[in-house]
């Protein structure tokens, strides 16, 4: 059954442009419609779900999401919303980020079904590797003009900008190469309808009037407008870079804390884009934020569902402990639960020491853990003050005077989290 497709982006604010009678033409039937990403990387990061989710919603309502993967684009490079011409790829890396980014895409997409709106991948590469220079000038180069391509946004603000050094002939005809996808993909698998970020714009009307003028046919295009912050930040990063999907970049951890904190303005505006909740839940949750939003109720539900939807329920649950930790909300049994890249992301700047295996083989008296040998407290004198105030935790349980750490206390086998009072953390890390 087909539903409004346009109508449950709008309403979810991810519409920024729309060809005049793409609703109605995606309502008379189910179509193909493609997104391209980049492969300039083995994994998606969050400022591709926009994208992902425009392919999923689109496949939820009834049609056919096509992926395409840019591996001929992304050797050229795309000037659209750049001050500098991206590093090109080999045929090997485009390849191996291509396996990596179909793996990520099947956690959102049906293409392994029987159903006929299917997802597929394709890739770029496929159809031009063997599309000679002459060919490409020949059968494409002349149905647009010069004119036309210079009058894009993306080309005039390269070329206008004092900061720039110009624009290579490679990237200025990446709108052609891109806008051929468009016809390609129209004549062999009837795609009438490309998506894509409000930078795109110019690339995906290019290819609807490839197609206009070669094949006398009808495109249509969908933007959907980049993801800002409230505060001015950009979206999608944090102090070490960008948010990846893959837990190996981004550890879940890390990822739940991104959503955790977010703004209230920022919230509002992100649950509706990156989860499947419905308008009513929504709205509902929304009111009930507005209520009570020193329980960040919108924050903890988009943290929650988005986490579940790029990971695991289970990674949600173990983002969730760790959570708790710095909130002295956990036992010793829930840090030993750790892996060792979550425990490091949680105490991350928390200062480190290093003791030797030898040193707990026979139990390490917690005086010397605190002092002499950890140098997490200044003197043995500090230490035994601390012990008597019982502000000393190992592993957030209190000690007192004559405990002895043991191999029994390690986390991973290798950290002691020591602690003063509810704030002042130490790691003593076995080597």
């Not at 206009?212 to 800002?228: A, C, E, F, M, N």
């Amino acid at each position: 059954m087909i539903k409004n497709f346009v109508e449950e982006l709008t309403w979810r604010g991810m519409i920024q442009d729309c060809m005049p009678g793409t609703e109605e033409h995606l309502l008379e039937a189910m179509r193909l419609a493609y997104v391209g990403i980049d492969p300039t990387a083995d994994s998606l990061h969050i400022g591709h779900l926009v994208g992902v989710m425009g392919l999923k919603h689109l496949q939820l309502s009834g049609h056919k999401p096509v992926a395409l993967v840019g591996g001929a684009t992304g050797m050229i490079g795309d000037p659209s919303g750049k001050s500098d011409e991206r590093n090109l790829l080999n045929e090997e890396t485009l390849i191996h980020n291509q396996n990596g980014i179909k793996a990520q895409l099947s956690r959102f997409l049906d293409f392994d079904s029987d159903a006929e709106n299917a997802a597929i991948m394709v890739n770029n590469y496929d159809w031009m590797k063997s599309f000679t220079f002459l060919e490409f000038i020949r059968d494409v180069g002349k149905h647009i003009t010069v004119n036309y391509m210079m009058s894009k946004d993306s080309v005039k603000k390269r070329l206008s900008s004092e900061s720039s050094v110009g624009m290579s002939f490679t990237e200025f005809t990446y709108q052609l190469v891109q806008g051929y996808d468009f016809l390609h993909l129209y004549r062999e698998k009837q795609c009438t309808l490309q998506m894509g970020g409000s930078d795109q714009w110019g690339n995906i009307t290019t290819g609807a009037e490839l197609i206009r003028r070669v094949d006398s046919g009808k495109g249509y295009g969908i933007t959907w407008p980049l993801i800002t912050k409230a505060d001015g930040t950009k979206f999608g990063k944090s102090e070490g870079g960008n948010i990846w999907l893959d837990p190996e970049r981004t550890s879940p951890y890390k990822f739940y804390q991104y959503w955790l904190n977010t703004s209230d303005i920022d919230a509002e505006k992100y649950i509706k884009i990156f989860t499947f909740l419905s308008r009513e839940e929504i709205e509902a949750l929304i009111e009930a934020h507005k209520e009570t939003p020193h329980l960040r109720i919108l924050q903890k539900r988009l943290a929650e569902e988005i986490t579940t939807m790029v990971h695991s329920k289970e990674d949600l649950d173990n983002a969730i402990t760790a959570s708790a930790i710095l909130f002295g909300k956990s036992t010793s049994d829930d840090l030993k639960g750790l892996n060792e890249q979550t425990f490091l992301d949680v105490f991350d700047g928390v200062p480190q020491t290093e003791i030797k295996a030898s040193d707990i083989e026979e139990g390490l008296d917690i005086i010397a853990a605190l002092a002499e040998k950890g140098g997490f407290l200044k003197s043995n004198g500090e230490a035994r003050r601390a012990l008597k105030e019982n502000s000393i935790s190992v592993n957030q349980e209190k000690v007192q005077e004559g405990y002895k750490i043991t191999a029994q206390d390690l986390i991973n086998k290798k950290f002691v989290l020591l602690q003063r009072g509810k704030k002042n953390y130490f790691v003593l890390r076995i080597s």
